[in-house]
Structure formats: structure tokens, C-alpha cells
Nanobody, 119 residues
Framework: QVHPVESGGGSVQVGGSLRLSCVASDDTYSPNCMGWIRQAPGKEREGIAAIYSGGMNTFYIDSVKGRFTISKDNAKNTLHLQMNSLKPEDTAMYYC????????????WGQGTQVTVSS
């Protein structure tokens, strides 16, 4: 069983930066897709970034393009999300997820890490 574990959340002011990390508990598991999904209070979950095996192909939603960067260290089975120029609307619980499918139908989810951006 794979249990992703997120870290790196916290509270920052507008314009600040945070770097989220996610470690998959099973070193033998090689997902085809990993991503970050966030959920703000009263809103639906939204997938904000994804990266495919090999790390060359990435996906971002428009609201984070140019500010967030997803990356993966395959040797350490670790996923990162560098978040710059943070805005209050980025405040949410951020989840790491992994999928064996190339369509990023996530099977394994972390517990989440809270990101709060204050003005």
C-alpha cells in the first residue's frame, strides 16, 4: 500500500513562497502520474498541477501557471511543488496524489498540508 506524505505547508504573506514536498511510502512504486490537488473551504477539489513519469511532461491550471512549478525526484520518489507569488486565493489544503494511469486517475492520496496566504 502506498501512502504519500506531504510536508512544507504553512502560513505566508501575499507574494511569499512555499515549497511542498511529497514522499511516497513505497520505494518500489513507480507511478505514471503524480499531482497536487487543493481544496479551499467551501469549494470543490481542483487538480492544479501534474507530472508524468520521466518528469518531462507537466500540466498546470491557468491560475497557477508561471507561479507554481511541479517537479519530481525519481531517485527519491519525491514530488515537489514550488509556489511563488502566493495569493490569498491560494489558501487551501494541498494534497499529493499518485496514479498508475497515464490519465492521472489518482488512487493514492496523502493526508494534505495546509497553505494559508494572508494579506
Amino acid at each position: 500500500q502506498v501512502h504519500p506524505v506531504e510536508s512544507g505547508g504553512g502560513s505566508v504573506q501575499v507574494g511569499g513562497s512555499l515549497r511542498l514536498s511529497c514522499v511516497a511510502s513505497d520505494d518500489t512504486y513507480s507511478p505514471n502520474c503524480m499531482g497536487w490537488i487543493r481544496q479551499a473551504p467551501g469549494k470543490e477539489r481542483e487538480g492544479i498541477a501534474a507530472i508524468y513519469s520521466g518528469g518531462m511532461n507537466t500540466f498546470y491550471i491557468d491560475s497557477v501557471k508561471g507561479r507554481f512549478t511541479i517537479s519530481k525526484d525519481n531517485a527519491k520518489n519525491t514530488l515537489h511543488l514550488q509556489m511563488n507569488s502566493l495569493k490569498p486565493e491560494d489558501t487551501a489544503m494541498y494534497y499529493c496524489a499518485a496514479s498508475s494511469s497515464m490519465f492521472c486517475t489518482y488512487t493514492y492520496w496523502g493526508q494534505g498540508t495546509q497553505v494559508t496566504v494572508s494579506s
